[in-house]
């Protein structure tokens, strides 16, 4: 059985960094897209960043790049988002998510369609 579980929320100030970790169970992150998503209240849940398996390829939505950064570590089946430079529009609850597919292309590997697991979520507050 596939489980995900998040870590390392919290309630930080703007400008503080907070990393985020998934623990991956029942398959091996080495072999899996992993990504993160996030859902602020009353909006959908949106991409942020995911890592490919093999070359470990990267992407991030626009409103992250260059403050958020997401690895892996394949001997702890861990997947962080380290993120900085934090912005009260980045409050939401965090869901990492993964799948067995390696998804071609930016569209897919944003897309919560093409992801078959999920977290319960760890939550990220963002004060002014």
């Known amino acids: 059985q596939v489980q995900l579980v998040e870590s390392g929320g919290g309630l930080v100030q703007a400008g503080d960094s907070l990393r985020l970790s998934c623990v991956l169970s029942g398959r091996t992150v080495s072999t899996s897209t992993m990504a993160w998503f996030r859902q602020a209240p009353g909006k959908e849940r949106e991409f942020v960043a995911s890592?490919?398996?093999?070359?470990?390829?990267?992407n991030y939505a626009d409103s992250v790049k260059g403050r958020f950064t997401i690895s892996r570590d394949n001997a702890k089946n861990t997947v962080y988002l380290q993120m900085n430079s934090l912005k009260p529009e980045d409050t939401a609850v965090y869901y990492c998510?993964?799948?067995?597919?390696?998804?071609?292309?930016?569209?897919?590997?944003?897309?919560?369609?093409?992801?078959?697991?999920w977290g319960q979520g760890t939550q990220v507050t963002v004060s002014s």
């Open positions: 998510a993964s799948t067995s597919r390696y998804l071609v292309g930016t569209t897919r590997r944003s897309a919560r369609s093409e992801y078959d697991y």
């Open positions: 890592t490919m398996w093999g070359g470990g390829s990267t």
